[in-house]
T-cell receptor, first 110, second 113 residues
Framework: KNEVEQSPQNLTAQEGEFITINCSYS?????LHWLQQHPGGGIVSLFM???GKKKHGRLIATINIQEKHSSLHITASHPRDSAVYIC????????????FGKGTKLSVKP | NAGVMQNPRHLVRRRGQEARLRCSPM?????VYWYRQLPEEGLKFMVY????????ESGMPKERFSAEFPKEGPSILRIQQVVRGDSAAYFC???????????FGNGTRLTVT
């Protein structure tokens, strides 16, 4: 069983829709990261959080430590949001030694 | 302030050759991390370095792979005697201090023929 599970694996949405991507993990963590990997392959760090909720523009990330679950929400989705979204957890060992989910591939249609 | 720079962007090597992948962290960042993304698989941690020190290499294959981050110059990930299974995208990230968000480079795509 993977320590980090993401759902759904693939997601197709119409422009303007509200999108939710989920991440569940089975171990204790010190922090959780949400990353965006563009079709060209580059990776952008969206959020790093250890509790509560963070917001940046149209993106919102929440985490529930007790339930070992995090969600990434995209409001008013746009075709440029099409990418793979990756959840990664930090077990609190050495910095950067993350365990990654397999990613959720999002396609937003105009 | 330039982001994390990786080069080359694409690298083709024949089996048995050496591959050297370079990563220049963002200015002011002294923590460097390397990750590997095999085709159709998720990212995997390889190694964490600070200037002149390997802090955590628990994700590095025991043979043929090495990494360094010298006092001057970029971090280097070196793969000796490459095999087809080494074909992957290799990403570098950097951060200014511990427990801070990571900044990723665009990756080096290694193809072994």
């Amino acid at each position: 069983k993977n320590e980090v599970e993401q759902s759904p694996q693939n997601l197709t949405a119409q422009e303007g829709e509200f999108i939710t991507i989920n991440c569940s993990y089975s171990v204790g963590i010190s922090a959780l990261h949400w990353l965006q990997q563009h079709p060209g392959g580059g990776i952008v760090s969206l959020f790093m959080l250890s509790s509560g909720k963070k917001k940046h523009g149209r993106l919102i990330a929440t985490i529930n430590i007790q339930e070992k679950h995090s969600s990434l929400h995209i409001t008013a989705s746009h075709p440029r949001d099409s990418a793979v979204y990756i959840c990664a957890v930090d077990l609190g060992g050495s910095q950067g030694n993350l365990i990654f989910g397999k990613g959720t591939k999002l396609s937003v249609k105009p | 302030n330039a982001g994390v720079m990786q080069n080359p962007r694409h690298l083709v090597r024949r089996r048995g050759q050496e591959a050297r992948l370079r990563c220049s962290p963002m200015k002011g960042h002294s923590h460097v991390y390397w990750y590997r993304q095999l085709p159709e698989e998720g990212l995997k941690f390889m190694v964490y370095l600070q200037k002149e020190n390997i802090i955590d290499e628990s994700g590095m294959p025991k043979e043929r792979f090495s990494a360094e981050f010298p006092k001057e110059g970029p971090s280097i990930l070196r793969i000796q005697q490459v095999v087809r299974g080494d074909s992957a995208a290799y990403f570098c990230a950097s951060s200014p201090y511990q427990n801070s968000p990571l900044h990723f480079g665009n990756g080096t795509r290694l193809t072994v023929t």
